[in-house]
Structure formats: structure tokens, C-alpha cells
């Protein structure tokens, strides 16, 4: 992963943005996730994929990605998702795990850098 710390308009650290990625079945998928300081997803954007089109390709909607909004430690991925979990798109289960394990690697990264304590 690459990372960058993000400031406020004053210069204070508010968290990080992570560019990470996962081989997805069209290729790999490149994925920026912001990490605010208490570990939790602020934002989440893909940055480039080659999916299927109709299926895959639907990891790029809204209702796919918000998902992953406010969740943090590391996510799952479940046909049926409750809680914490990550519900797959139906016929693109490929895709979904690519897109949970490219977050995934940037919320390890965020325990890495910070040692994991939430401020």
C-alpha cells in the first residue's frame, strides 16, 4: 500500500487516505480508502477496475460502497450481510472479495502506522 496523512485546513493530522489493491476477476483493482484517526472508513473510491460488465462492475455503485462507511478492524464478506460484514454482489462474489481485501489492506496499514490505538 501507499498512504498520505490528511490535514484540516489547520495543518492537524483528521487520519489517512490509503491507495491499496486486490486481483479481481477482470484484473486488478485499485482502490483509495480514507481512515479517519479512530481507525473508522470515512471514504472510499475506486481508482481503476476491469470487471465484468452488469456484475463486477457494479462495485463502482453507491450502494456497493457505502458498504464499507464507518466500519473498521477487519471486514468480511457474506452473501447476506449483517452487521459488520460486507455483502458480496450477487454474481460478481470475485469482485466483492477483491474490493473487502483492497479496504482490508488499507485498515491493516492504519493499525500499522498508528500501532492501532485509536486517539
Request: proline share 3%.
Given at each position: 500500500?501507499?498512504?498520505?496523512?490528511?490535514?484540516?485546513?489547520?495543518?492537524?493530522s483528521v487520519g489517512y487516505v490509503f491507495t491499496t489493491a486486490a486481483t479481481g476477476y477482470g484484473g486488478e483493482i485499485s482502490v483509495m480508502t480514507g481512515i479517519d484517526q479512530d481507525g473508522l472508513i470515512t471514504g472510499i473510491q475506486i481508482l481503476?477496475?476491469?470487471?465484468?460488465?452488469?456484475?463486477?462492475?457494479?462495485?463502482?455503485?453507491?450502494?456497493?460502497?457505502?458498504?464499507?462507511?464507518?466500519?473498521?478492524?477487519?471486514l468480511t464478506l457474506s452473501k447476506t450481510a449483517s452487521g459488520d460484514e460486507i455483502q458480496a454482489l450477487t454474481g460478481a462474489t470475485i469482485t466483492s472479495t477483491a474490493m473487502t481485501e483492497a479496504v482490508n489492506a488499507a485498515l491493516a496499514g492504519w493499525q500499522e502506522i498508528t500501532g492501532g490505538e485509536q486517539k
Open positions: 500500500y501507499t498512504y498520505s496523512e490528511a490535514t484540516n485546513d489547520a495543518g492537524e481503476s477496475i476491469n470487471e465484468t460488465p452488469g456484475l463486477g462492475m457494479k462495485a463502482q455503485d453507491e450502494s456497493f460502497l457505502s458498504q464499507f462507511l464507518g466500519k473498521s478492524g477487519q
